[in-house]
């Protein structure tokens, strides 16, 4: 996946780009990466390897493994953990508390499992967006800002 921006700004080995939000933006799992300004426009951090400096239009590239990994990562891990928890409350808790209403035990837990399911992948994209595999790179300087 690529994308075309604007060096906004360089912090260190990393720099801020703005680039036009596209139409998978909203489906982007890169949420910790790229911060929304509204008016179709984003910035996103980057790793800046070829010394781009501000004002330089870039191109960025996102590795492909890495998009898919945290798309199932954000969509597939939740909705999983959110049927095994109605599924367990249902079959398992309704033992526990025979007068309560399984339908009830079985939604409030597999949500339960949905927000501890969304609290820990919290923990660890904080843990993920410092590594620089997992960050999206600079792999050309298109056109020298002035």
Known sequence: MEEIGIVKEING???VISVQKQ???GSCPGGALCQTLGAGEALM???????ARAGDTVKVVFK???YLKGTMLVYGLPSLMLIIGAVLGKE???RFFPTADSEVLSACSGFGFL????LVIKLWSNMFERKKEYMPIIEEIIKRGG
């Open 115 to 118: 927000v501890i399911t969304f």
């Open 92 to 94: 398992c808790l309704s």
């Open 23 to 25: 139409g998978s933006c």
């Open 64 to 66: 492909s493994s890495n």
């Open 45 to 51: 951090e980057a790793y800046n390897h070829i010394d």
């Open 13 to 15: 080995i990393k720099a």
